[in-house]
T-cell receptor
Framework: NAGVTQTPKFQVLKTGQSMTLQCAQD?????MSWYRQDPGMGLRLIHY???????DQGEVPNGYNVSRSTTEDFPLRLLSAAPSQTSVYFC????????????FGPGTRLTVL | AQTVTQSQPEMSVQEAETVTLSCTYD???????LFWYKQPPSRQMILVIR??????QNATENRFSVNFQKAAKSFSLKISDSQLGDTAMYFC????????????FGGGTRLMVKP
């Protein structure tokens, strides 16, 4: 099993550009989530999904969109990048919600100029 | 709003010694789950230990154990026989059973194990 994979590993954007961070898992997990990690602030939940076709907002959803058309994939879209979105982004998955162990991807370091 | 506080931004310990990382949380609920996650320099987050609030017994995983004080809303992590590979950021995390699937993380403690 590859576990949770994320692409790209690094990305530099200009203000106003859009892009999609990819996330995929091969463990047949129902729950998937996106976090951002900023220095000194731990991880903050952006969006999550409890199954294909079902998504919901987390703590910091503004400026991001998600969709879940399959169990395996959970892409995160930045609609119009801003410098405040410079961060490291992690995708995670778990069986039946965040009450169980979450498996994290390797992260994407995003810089918005 | 759920809050998780880790009051020690940085700690260090000598190899083979014991260290305790602190975590406090705020909730009015009685049923919830607590976690410690480790993030080594490779950036890969890994679960260290998990505690269910309704269980009185403290969770243990090999050299890692917790001191769960429900009344005090405290959830500290003890690492025994510290190893160089334990050098990492450690995050305490918390989710209420009826919180709508939202896991909240503390700000983290950077642990350095010295040879």
């Amino acid at each position: 099993n590859a576990g949770v994979t994320q692409t790209p590993k690094f990305q530099v954007l200009k203000t106003g550009q859009s892009m999609t961070l990819q996330c995929a898992q091969d463990m047949n997990h129902e729950y998937m989530s996106w976090y951002r990690q900023d220095p000194g602030m731990g991880l903050r939940l952006i969006h999550y999904s409890v199954g294909a076709g079902i998504t919901d907002q987390g703590e910091v959803p503004n400026g991001y969109n998600v969709s879940r058309s399959t169990t395996e994939d959970f892409p995160l879209r930045l609609l119009s990048a801003a410098p405040s979105q410079t961060s490291v982004y992690f995708c995670a998955s778990s069986r039946q919600g965040p009450y169980n162990e979450q498996f994290f991807g390797p992260g994407t370091r995003l810089t918005v100029l | 709003a759920q809050t998780v506080t880790q009051s020690q931004p940085e700690m260090s310990v000598q190899e083979a010694e014991t260290v305790t990382l602190s975590c406090t949380y705020d909730t009015s609920e009685s049923n919830y789950y607590l976690f410690w996650y480790k993030q080594p320099p490779s950036r890969q987050m890994i679960l260290v230990i998990r505690q269910e609030a309704y269980k009185q017994q403290n969770a243990t995983e090999n050299r890692f154990s917790v001191n769960f004080q429900k009344a005090a809303k405290s959830f500290s992590l003890k690492i025994s026989d510290s190893q160089l590979g334990d050098t990492a950021m450690y995050f305490c995390a918390f989710v209420e059973s009826n919180a709508g699937n939202m896991l909240t993380f503390g700000g983290g403690t950077r642990l350095m194990v010295k040879p």
